[in-house]
């Protein structure tokens, strides 16, 4: 696929960035796209593998490699190689339904396995993507799709993250009627509230929300299932139904001073800013100002990078983000062979930023808090930290042990927790009659089905915290078990 010498002839060219100093001054998308010309070129380096593990999504080492939702990569990038970019876009959203979506969030596994990235840079499967997507809006060769024909089942999803609109956008085009409930003021779910405007701006959620409400999908918000309508009454109005309600715990830091004023859970922090954002571009004050603040943030992940760019935007005072884990090497190891994810030291979009204004990398590797300080009015003013050093045991298993003498306190007005998600709140469940373990609904992957007969989980609150592209995937793949528990068979793909 693509050009037979095109990974010899092309190098791979990094995103295209606006400057990390000028974008600190608005909440727009901090990436910019690449010229057509620009694109065939990355196109034309994908490689006749034979084998394209790109889009073979697996686990290696519980670590998603590949893509999970099968994209046709070289195929499309062949099209783009060839400038047939309406041709692309079929092919795309063949196993797609949501490509300016996976284009601009996802961490995109799949360059990690790309056969090209055993020797050299990944191809641009990300950026492709996301320009196949945005040019098929912007052409107008996206419009809505009707079904022909409805079957006269109602299915009911609870929850409109990804995982719930990729079910209900399948189940939507095979002719049943479909409700979304979401409990917050606006569908999407982590995709509105949970990312910050910088990596999604929202009016592309919204717009990809009025084409499938154009299709026929009902969306009904401000509406929290279990309080305001009861389980019970959901399932004597539908035919089926699908808990799509994510892993919306989220992991606590029990220790001492955890109940200061200005710890919040990261979250909370990302949620307000946006809705606040979104409602009157902060004119009401109902979100967390760290302006002037100095601000920690516990937790090395996605989640508290973009804690460190929302704090960027406000101008805090200093930001400084703590992680357990060491620093990264810059090239595989030898235990992180290809096709595995590669674990090797990036500089995020967050990162880029903080260096550009403070002449720093934010991060704080190897390192533990032992406690929070208050001062006399109950708010917090500094953490006590020490340094780990991370060991392999005999057994092979690596463990953190602390590091004498590397005791330290760090001045903190605003501290926000990013460790990760526990699993699915459990009152819903338990009204449903739905059993789980570990906090997550069971449901056999591949199966969708519940204790409870006609109901279905999917995502986040199926399998844990996890990936858009397993979202979507588990979204699809439960359509068609619903579809084929409503209607014998089923007309969808799996």
């Known amino acids: 696929m693509g050009k037979a010498t095109g990974f010899m002839e092309y190098k791979r060219e990094k995103a295209k960035e606006r400057d990390p100093l000028t974008r600190l001054n608005d909440w727009k998308e901090y990436s910019t796209p690449f010229s057509d010309k620009t694109l065939s070129k990355q196109g034309a380096r994908c490689m006749d593998c034979g084998t394209p593990f790109c889009h073979m999504g697996m686990e290696i080492d519980r670590v998603t490699t590949g893509c999970p939702i099968n994209n046709l990569i070289p195929e499309w990038n062949d099209l783009v190689y060839q400038g047939k970019w309406k041709e692309a876009l ?74 719930g609109l990729a079910s209900a956008d399948q189940l939507n085009q095979a002719g049943h009627s479909v409700t979304v409930y979401e409990k917050s003021d606006r569908p999407g779910g982590l995709l509105m509230y949970g990312i910050p405007n910088m990596k999604l701006e929202k009016n592309v959620v919204e717009r990809r929300i009025k084409l499938l409400n154009q299709e026929g999908i009902d969306f009904i918000t401000n509406v929290e299932v279990g309080k305001d309508i009861t389980a019970k009454e959901l399932q004597s109005q539908y035919d089926g139904v699908i808990l799509c309600t994510g892993a919306q715990k989220q992991r606590d830091l029990i220790m001492e001073g955890r109940d200061s004023k200005g710890v919040h859970f990261a979250m909370d922090y990302l949620t307000t800013t946006t809705k606040s954002l979104l409602d009157s571009n902060f004119k009401d004050r109902q979100f967390i100002n760290t302006k002037g603040k100095n601000v920690i943030v516990i937790g090395g992940g996605d989640t508290g990078a973009d804690c460190v760019a929302t704090a960027l935007r406000q101008k805090a005072n200093s930001v400084v983000q703590f992680g357990k884990h060491p620093k990264l090497p810059t090239t595989r190891s030898s235990e992180n062979m290809w096709p595995a994810y590669p674990n090797v030291f990036t500089l995020d979009y967050a990162y880029e930023e903080a260096e550009a204004k403070y002449g720093k990398d934010p991060r704080q590797y190897s390192i533990q808090t032992k406690k929070i300080v208050a001062d006399e009015k109950g708010k917090v003013k500094e953490l006590h930290t020490i340094q780990m050093e991370k060991v392999r045991d005999k057994n092979g298993n ?92 089923s007309v969808l793909p799996k």
């Open 398 to 489: 690596y463990t953190f042990t602390e590091i004498p003498g590397t005791e330290k306190v760090w001045p903190a007005d605003y501290v926000f927790i990013a460790i990760g998600f526990e699993g699915t709140e459990q009152p819903l469940l338990q009204q449903f009659g739905v059993e789980s373990t570990n906090q997550k609904i069971n449901a056999t992957y591949g199966e969708y089905t519940t204790n409870v007969e006609g109901v279905f989980a999917a995502g986040d609150a199926r399998r844990g915290q996890s990936l858009i592209v397993w979202a979507i995937n588990e979204g699809r793949e439960v359509a068609y078990e619903v579809d084929r528990y409503l209607m014998g068979s």
């Open 90 to 163: 079929d092919r795309l959203l063949k196993t797609n339904n949501f490509p300016e979506f996976t284009g601009r969030v996802c961490p995109a596994p799949c360059e990690g396995a790309c056969t090209l990235a055993i020797s050299d840079p990944a191809v641009t499967i990300k950026n492709i993507e996301r320009t196949i997507i945005d040019k098929g809006f912007e052409n107008g060769w996206i419009t809505p799709r009707i079904p022909e024909k409805r079957t006269g089942k109602k299915v009911a999803i609870i929850g409109s993250g990804p995982a």
